[in-house]
């Protein structure tokens, strides 16, 4: 064939160039790798040779040329050169791992030998033949195998001949030879699906995935005679299926997954082998079995409840455990019970310390005691209850509340009942050794002591009771009239509590009871106490049993064979507040410039703190001003203040801080006397005036009837007319000058005649004169206009009109104090008001008078 004259040519020419001196390589064989993936694709080529021509040589090393080329395309695929040792007798072994299964195509080999000064001629070249040659139909290499991830292969279609020209596909493009068609080189990624590719009427699986990677061997026995030995897969293999699965073996017994059971428990070293496509791996473990004990749970749990004791009991289903010598440990209500128990075959044992009537839930776990390896898996919870059992002695104390006695106890809790409390049994027994019995119920914590009049002491004994019985007697020796005074001191708080120190007492047999209650508490059972030990001489009362800004009232008994004595006594605040309610009922009553202010104290539990005084604080309306507050003790104060309107507020107030005001208004006004002079200097005033004018007028009355009103009777108000009037006005204070002025009507004189009124210019002040003319009254009309108060006169001859301006300080006449407090309006005082005859205050008048202050 041409291509083998090619070669030979190539070849040929080749040598030519070389220096030739070395003879070439013979007895070469090639072959494929044999493994059991071989037929489904080859992947690596071996080449063998010997070489005589060693013997020729001195050199230790031997050097070659390889190359590999696909054989039909004569295209080199791969050239090395390679060294080995020089010996004449050995099988010179080279090994290629081709990108491409062998089957894919012919692959072939030659040889040359090389030295450092030259090369010697190729050999002939070996051929490992390729199914191409003479496949009868149509096969992919490689043929369903398994890859590593990350490996990189190329795989091959070989063809039948007729179906090549005609033949495409996506992924086999490259020909390397008349009927093989191969892809470019496919990475494989982790993926956990095989990849398929088809050719023509063909086609292949590629499995992807890694070799085992179990771990952790570990070996233990449950039933003392054979070992359970189990592992963990490490990363998974990700392939699947018949062929790619992994292969266990145990000490060289075949295996299924973790875990497995060897009968025997006679060896102390195991070794795993797990082998899947993609590799082995091997994993050992070494221990003594009876290191290894990893006992079963226990069985058939029961329980057995007493009082404050239980049984617990259970079986093994193993004979073998009951000869092993174990320990054991409870769980008892979620927790670990603090002492463990250990015995041979240990079956049962009794826990102590319970509460009576008490619920608890118990499970079980046991281990080798002599080498222990780890507990059992826990047995069944047992659940049980305990026995009641007679109650706790009760905490007895008294309290001596509105010349009434109580003996108080504290209610049993549902740790110190010991069960269903029925009552508590309460026995009285007097001076003469009397005793009477009286029943009470569960709820009950206070007995009223109403036994007959007796000085003398008594005792009072409590006992619980249930169904178990009655717990021992509490006692308390009651004195029936406690004499004992102590001086009541005031105590401070401290940090929300009483810090309490006493001196001591050699009464005390029993050291010492602290009790404390509110003070203005009527409530029975409010007193709380505490015993204290001999030897204490100091307490604190926690500010979680006080209330802030309530007063309490401590007190320290002495503990004796007898009735308590008394200590000491004090009351106090632990927190002190702001009061907690305003003072009621604030009234004021008013006398001239003197209000009374008065108010009723706060009650005693409002106080919130030691009460130091109550806080004034006057605010002025008229100035907007408030002046400095007044402290006081008392709940009545007495004010002296200007005329004005007034809000006063009243507090009470403890170290921390005011009350909410009571706030009381009022008004004060000008003394009466100072109203009455004011009043009467008006008038004289007034009345001088009105004679001067009075004298003016008559003096002059002929001229100015000549000039106002010549010859006619009743003024004519028609037409066009300029008359005089007289005009007087204020100079100086008390002194008037009265002017002679024109008067003139105005446009429609008619219509304002007829209405009876004149309009008279004068300075430009308009006046009304309402009846002007009707009315021949001698009283001067008053009337307010702007400003300005008029006096208008009518001359009683003339009827004309004469008209003054006053300015006089006019009293407002009403005198009232509008008392408000919390809402309440109350009128404290009548209107009080002596007026000359002479005056007609209108309201309006009156009114006005009020606001204007230039007056
Ligand atoms: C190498 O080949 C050339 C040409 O074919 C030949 O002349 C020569 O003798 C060969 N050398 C040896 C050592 O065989
Ligand atoms: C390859 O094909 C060519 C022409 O089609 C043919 O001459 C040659 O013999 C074929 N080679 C082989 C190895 O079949
Ligand atoms: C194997 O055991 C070691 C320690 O004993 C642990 O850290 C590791 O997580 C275990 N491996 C597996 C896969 O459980
Ligand atoms: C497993 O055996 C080998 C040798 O037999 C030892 O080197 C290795 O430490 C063993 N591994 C374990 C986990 O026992
Ligand atoms: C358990 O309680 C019962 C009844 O109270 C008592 O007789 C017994 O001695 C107790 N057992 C133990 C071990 O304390
Ligand atoms: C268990 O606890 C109880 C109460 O706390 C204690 O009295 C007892 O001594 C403890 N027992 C052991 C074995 O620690
Ligand atoms: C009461 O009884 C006690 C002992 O039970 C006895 O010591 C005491 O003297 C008795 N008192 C009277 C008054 O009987
Ligand atoms: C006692 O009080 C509890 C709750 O405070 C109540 O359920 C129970 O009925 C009361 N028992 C009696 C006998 O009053
Ligand atoms: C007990 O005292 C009250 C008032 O102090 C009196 O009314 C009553 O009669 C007395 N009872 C006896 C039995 O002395
Ligand atoms: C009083 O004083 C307050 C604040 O200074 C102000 O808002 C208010 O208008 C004043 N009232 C009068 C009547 O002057
Ligand atoms: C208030 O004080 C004034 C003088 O300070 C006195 O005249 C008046 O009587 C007092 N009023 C009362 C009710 O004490
Ligand atoms: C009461 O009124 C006074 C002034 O009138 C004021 O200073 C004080 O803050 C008020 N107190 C309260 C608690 O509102």
């Known amino acids: 064939p041409v291509w083998v004259l090619c070669v030979l040519l190539t070849s040929l020419i080749h040598q030519t160039e070389q220096d030739g001196h070395l003879p070439p390589v013979k007895y070469v064989t090639v072959y494929a790798e044999e493994n059991d993936i071989f037929k489904s694709g080859a992947w690596v080529l071996n080449v063998a040779w010997r070489d005589e021509f060693v013997e020729n040589t001195e050199s230790e090393k031997l050097m070659y040329d ?10 080199r695929v791969h050239h090395e050169t390679i060294q080995v040792k020089a010996d004449p007798t050995t099988r010179h072994q080279w090994k290629w791992t081709s990108p491409l299964p062998l089957q894919c195509t012919s692959h072939s080999v030659r040889l040359r030998r090389r030295d450092q000064h030259q090369t010697g001629n190729w050999s002939a070249l070996y051929t490992y033949e390729g199914q191409d040659l003479n496949a009868s139909k149509t096969t992919v290499y490689p043929q369903d195998q398994y890859f590593l991830v990350g490996s990189s292969i190329t795989l091959c279609c070989i063809l039948k001949a007729e179906n090549v020209p005609s033949f495409s596909s996506h992924m086999f493009k490259i020909r390397i030879s008349n009927r093989t068609i191969i892809t470019k080189p496919v990475q494989l990624y982790s993926t956990s699906r095989p990849i398929i590719l088809d050719c023509d009427d063909a086609g292949t699986t590629v499995f992807i995935g890694y070799p085992p990677d179990d771990q952790n061997l570990t070996c233990v026995t449950r039933d003392l005679s054979s070992m359970q030995c189990s592992w963990n897969h490490g990363r998974e293999t990700l392939i699947e299926g018949l062929k790619g699965e992994t292969k266990y073996t145990l000490n060289g017994r075949h295996c299924q997954f973790s875990p497995c059971v060897l009968p025997e428990n006679t060896e102390t070293s195991w070794t795993l082998t797990a082998q899947n496509p993609l590799g082995v791996k091997i994993i050992n473990d070494t221990a003594d079995p009876l290191h290894r004990v990893w006992l079963r749970a226990p069985k058939n749990i029961l329980s057995n409840a007493n009082e404050r004791n239980a049984t617990l009991q259970w079986s093994w289903d193993l004979q073998k455990y009951n000869s092993f010598s174990m320990i054991c440990q409870v769980e008892l209500n979620g927790h670990i019970y603090n002492k463990t128990f250990s015995g041979t075959g240990l079956k049962s044992f009794v826990l102590e310390d319970l509460q009576p009537f ?52 504290k209610q049993l809790t549902k740790e110190q009942s010991h069960g269903v409390l029925t009552g508590y049994e309460v026995t009285i ?111 604190r009362i926690e500010s979680k049993f006080l209330k802030q800004g309530v007063r309490y009232n401590v007190s320290v008994y002495s503990c004796t064979a007898g009735a308590p ?27 001239g410039r003197h209000l009374v202010l008065s108010w009723e104290k706060l009650p005693l539990d409002k106080h919130g703190g030691f009460m ?85 007028c008559y003096r002059r009355r002929k001229w100015l009837k000549k000039m106002l009103y010549p010859d006619i009777p009743k003024p004519k108000l028609s037409g066009q007319w300029t008359k005089k009037g007289i005009y007087c006005s204020e100079m100086t204070e008390r002194y008037m000058k009265c002017e002679i002025q024109e008067v003139h009507s105005i446009e429609r004189p008619a219509l304002d005649a007829a209405d009876g009124i004149l309009l ?14 009707q009315n021949n009254s001698k009283f001067p009309v008053v009337s307010s206009f ?70």
């Open 66 to 75: 390889i190359e590999v080329l696909r054989t039909e395309q004569m295209m």
């Open 358 to 409: 008490t619920g608890y839930s118990a499970k079980v776990h046991c281990g080798s005691s002599e080498h222990f390896y780890t507990w059992s898996e826990w047995s069944e919870m047992t659940l049980f209850r305990t026995k009641e059992d007679i109650p706790e002695p009760v905490d007895v104390w008294m309290q001596y509340l509105e010349e009434s006695t109580y003996v108080i106890w």
């Open 429 to 539: 027994t007097d001076t003469k050794n009397k005793t009477s019995s009286n029943h009470a119920g569960p709820n009950t914590t206070y007995y009223s002591d109403s036994a007959e009049n007796e000085t003398g002491d008594h005792m009072i004994s409590v006992s619980a009771k249930n169904s178990a019985g009655l717990s021992p007697p509490a006692s308390i020796i009651i004195t029936r009239y406690p004499g004992s005074s102590v001086n009541l001191k005031r105590i401070n708080g401290s940090n929300g509590g009483f810090d309490i120190v006493w001196l001591e007492s050699s009464s005390s047999t029993c050291g010492y009871v602290v009790d404390w209650f509110p003070t203005y508490s009527k409530e029975k059972c409010a007193v709380q106490w505490k015993r204290i030990p001999a030897g204490h001489l100091s307490t």
């Open 565 to 591: 004595q008394l200590l000491q006594r004090g009351e106090g605040y632990a927190i002190e507040k702001k009061p907690f309610e305003k003072v009621r009922n604030v009234k004021g009553k008013p006398n």
């Open 612 to 696: 130091l005084g109550y806080k004034v604080t006057i605010f002025h309306s008229d100035s907007n001003t408030t002046m400095k507050p007044m402290i006081t003790e008392e709940t009545t104060v007495n004010l002296t203040l200007d005329p004005g309107s007034y809000a006063i507020n009243v507090s009470a107030f403890t170290s921390v801080g005011e009350g909410d005001n009571a706030t009381f208004h009022g008004r004060i006004e000008k003394d009466l006397l100072e109203m009455i002079l004011a009043t009467v200097l008006g008038s004289s005033v007034a009345a001088l005036m009105f004679i001067i004018i009075t004298f003016l």
């Open 760 to 773: 008279i210019r004068s300075n430009s002040i308009l006046l009304p004169t309402n009846n002007l003319h």
């Open 786 to 855: 702007s400003h300005v108060t008029s006096f208008i006169t009518l001359d009683p001859i003339s009827s004309r009109p004469c008209v003054q301006k006053l300015t006089s300080a006019i009293e407002n006449p009403t005198y009232n104090i509008i008392s408000q407090e919390s809402g309440n309006m109350s009128l404290l005082s009548e209107p009080a008001l002596e007026m000359d005859d002479s005056y007609l205050p209108t309201p309006n008048n009156v009114h006005n008078h009020f606001h204007d202050k230039d007056f």
